[in-house]
Nanobody, 127 residues
Framework: QVQLVESGGGLVQAGGSLSVSCAASTRTFSSYVMGWFRQAPGKEREFVAAISRSTDNTNYADSVLGRFTISRDNAKNTVYLQMNSLKPEDTAVYYC????????????????????WGQGIQVTVSS
C-alpha cells in the first residue's frame, strides 16, 4: 500500500480559498489514480474529486464543480486540491486516496475503489 500524507487545510472564511496537498510514498506515483474525499461530522464519507494517472481526466462531485480543482505533479509524487469560493458546507475532514490502475483515464468516485488512504486533514469554513 501507498502511504499518503495530507497537508494544508485550516480555517477560512466563506468565499475564501484554501489548498490541500497529498504526498505519496511510492516510486510509481504516475501509475496511481488519486482521489479526494471528505467527511463531515455525522455524515458518510463523500467523493470530492479524482484525477486519472494521465492527468487528462478529472472527475468532480456536483457540489464542488466549478469551485474546486484537482491536479497532480507526478515528478513530486503529489496531488493537490485547490478550493475556491468555499462555503460553510465544505467544512469536513478531507482525505486523500489512491489506487493502482492500468487504465490511463480511469477515475473512481466510490471510496471502495481506493485501497490507500491518508490520515485526513481538517478544513473549516466559517460563515
Amino acid at each position: 500500500q501507498v502511504q499518503l500524507v495530507e497537508s494544508g487545510g485550516g480555517l477560512v472564511q466563506a468565499g475564501g480559498s484554501l489548498s490541500v496537498s497529498c504526498a505519496a510514498s511510492t516510486r510509481t506515483f504516475s501509475s496511481y489514480v488519486m482521489g479526494w474525499f471528505r467527511q463531515a461530522p455525522g455524515k458518510e464519507r463523500e467523493f470530492v474529486a479524482a484525477i486519472s494517472r494521465s492527468t487528462d481526466n478529472t472527475n468532480y462531485a456536483d457540489s464542488v464543480l466549478g469551485r474546486f480543482t484537482i491536479s497532480r505533479d507526478n515528478a513530486k509524487n503529489t496531488v493537490y486540491l485547490q478550493m475556491n469560493s468555499l462555503k460553510p458546507e465544505d467544512t469536513a475532514v478531507y482525505y486523500c486516496a489512491s489506487r493502482y490502475s492500468s487504465n490511463y483515464y480511469y477515475t473512481g468516485r466510490r471510496p471502495g475503489e481506493y485501497d490507500s488512504w491518508g490520515q485526513g486533514i481538517q478544513v473549516t469554513v466559517s460563515s
